[in-house]
């Protein structure tokens, strides 16, 4: 779905079959009251419903693997405060915007929820610790790129997918990669000053790249080990 007349108004509902909302498909809007969005849907493109300026409520299905930024910035929906958990925004199941100045600096997303929306976090200087649940499968690009305070990520069992520098940042020290994992795209880990990696059963068909660590002390490998684990840049290790 690339775009629609801007003078839609009250419910939408997307068709079943639709496969992606592209990028500021529905900006502008401003009639359109509720949105729903159909489980085939996979890939919702950043500004999706930007300055849509009566949007009280969004039902997303359940199957969506990446979605852009600033998704429902300038709606009534995004000034709602019962959508907001300890300063994220969340539109069912996905976290789609961060309030620097509310978020704490030990982060828990909520239980249940499956992504993190691109630059969902990116350039936060507060959090120092991210706890991840289980239900998280998928972390989007640049979530936490820049995060200059970041030091510590918990992730959960469950995590599928690593978007592109979604780990681009100087300053964590820990992280834990579960078995689970399926994709990693290019250039997700860029840790400077990680100390330690710890990694699940990669996939036999996943290369795992760990970019420019220098100060890497431990790398902890798993007894069975299908997938490709290299380090390059690094020194201490």
């Not at 693997?65 to 539109?91: C, F, K, Q, R």
């Not at 961060?98 to 828990?108: G, I, Q």
Request: net charge neutral.
């Amino acid at each position: 779905l690339i775009a629609v007349a801007r003078n839609i108004k009250g419910t939408v509902k997307i068709k079943e079959g639709v496969e992606k909302i592209g990028a500021g498909c529905f900006s502008y809007c401003t009639q359109m009251e509720k949105l729903i969005i159909p489980d085939s849907v996979t890939y919702v493109g950043s500004q999706a419903f930007w300055e849509c300026s009566n949007l009280k409520d969004i039902v997303a299905g359940y199957n969506i693997s990446e979605m852009g930024s600033n998704v429902v910035w300038g709606t009534p929906y995004e000034d709602t405060s019962a959508n907001w958990t300890d300063g994220v925004l969340y539109v069912g199941e996905y976290a789609v915007e961060v309030n620097d100045a509310v978020v704490s600096s030990e982060c828990r997303i909520k239980e249940g929820t499956q992504l993190l929306a691109s630059n969902l976090f990116a350039y936060n200087d507060k959090i120092s610790k991210m706890i991840l649940p289980d239900s998280v499968k998928y972390i989007n690009n640049s979530a936490f790129e820049g995060c200059s305070n970041l030091k510590y990520v918990k992730i959960g069992k469950n995590l599928k997918k690593i978007g592109a520098t979604a780990f681009a940042q100087d300053n964590l020290w820990s992280i834990s990669i579960p078995a689970s994992i399926e994709k990693l795209d290019s250039y997700s880990l860029q840790l400077k000053n990680v100390r330690f990696v710890s990694l699940g059963n990669l996939p036999e068909n996943l290369t795992l790249t760990l970019l420019g660590s220098a100060n890497i002390e431990c790398v902890q490998i798993p007894s069975k080990k299908y997938g490709i684990f290299q380090l390059q840049n690094n020194g201490n290790i």
